[in-house]
């Protein structure tokens, strides 16, 4: 016997407030890093996405690096200033709690780059392939 969860009061359907909140923060964290972050290991951190737990007690940043340094550097930058960004979040949102950041490195760019390398290298292989035959 299978039992149906989407009786009526059974399932909420989802909310949108988690993503509002987390554009937020993605909104305020880039400002904050542009204008009033003066960490040298900060410079060329971008904030990629916010992903916000759906209680809005945590938040994951996944933040990227405009030139090339040194993740770990950039890490250590950002575990610093965590309580700076959480303070300034506090003031600037009317929320309940404010959220623990967590930070990941996003390597997606990386990837991107990659795999556009490896496409090019597979049509370049069949093109000479081609004026082979």
Avoid: W
């Amino acid at each position: 016997m299978e039992f149906d969860f989407n009786l009526p009061g059974l399932g909420r359907p989802k909310s949108s407030r988690p993503e509002r909140v987390a554009e937020v923060i993605h909104q305020e964290l880039s400002i904050l890093l542009q204008q009033k972050v003066r960490d040298a290991r900060l410079d060329g951190v971008c904030i990629s996405k916010v992903q916000m737990s759906p209680d809005l007690k945590r938040a994951k940043v996944y933040y990227s690096l405009l030139e090339e340094s040194s993740v770990a550097s950039a890490r250590k930058g950002l575990d610093r200033a965590k309580g700076f960004f959480r303070s300034h979040i506090a003031k600037t949102m009317n929320l309940r709690y404010t959220p623990d950041l967590i930070f990941y490195f996003d390597n997606q760019q990386k990837e991107i780059e990659r795999l556009d390398q490896l496409f090019m290298q597979i049509h370049q292989e069949r093109e000479e392939k081609n004026q082979g035959e």
